[in-house]
Nanobody, 120 residues
Framework: QVQLQESGPGVVKPSQTLSLTCTVS??????????WTWIRQPPGKGLEWIGA???????YYSPSLKSRTSISRDTSKNQLTLQLSSVTLEDSAWYYC????????????WGQGTQVTVSS
């Protein structure tokens, strides 16, 4: 059973950098089984794909967020990190990490999510 747990600050000031961590258990992030993905959902809106990192450490980003997004990993801790710079009020959302199974292309597992509010 794969488990994902997001963590990070609940409130970030405008123009600052948001940094979130996803701790993975039950699977290794360096095994070619999942792409590890960040997804968000702003209030009253649908899910938005932010980006992903695969087992090799190769990253993929949403074109609309690419200039502000960085996804990295700590293989010793089996963790992923999302950094989103120059945040605005529109970046307030629930942020989720999820595992995309590379054969079925299904999101098998999701974290519970962490709510981020951008506020001065």
């Amino acid at each position: 059973q794969v488990q994902l747990q997001e963590s990070g600050p609940g409130v970030v000031k405008p123009s600052q950098t948001l940094s979130l961590t996803c701790t993975v258990s039950g699977s290794s992030i360096i095994v070619n089984q999942y792409d590890w993905t960040w997804i968000r959902q702003p209030p009253g809106k649908g899910l938005e794909w932010i980006g992903a990192i695969d087992y090799r450490g190769v990253t993929y980003y949403s074109p609309s967020l690419k200039s502000r997004t960085s996804i990295s990993r700590d293989t010793s801790k089996n963790q992923l990190t999302l950094q989103l710079s120059s945040v605005t009020l529109e970046d307030s959302a629930w942020y989720y990490c999820a595992s995309l199974e590379v054969v079925s292309y299904k999101y098998d597992y999701w974290g519970q999510g962490t709510q981020v509010t951008v506020s001065s």
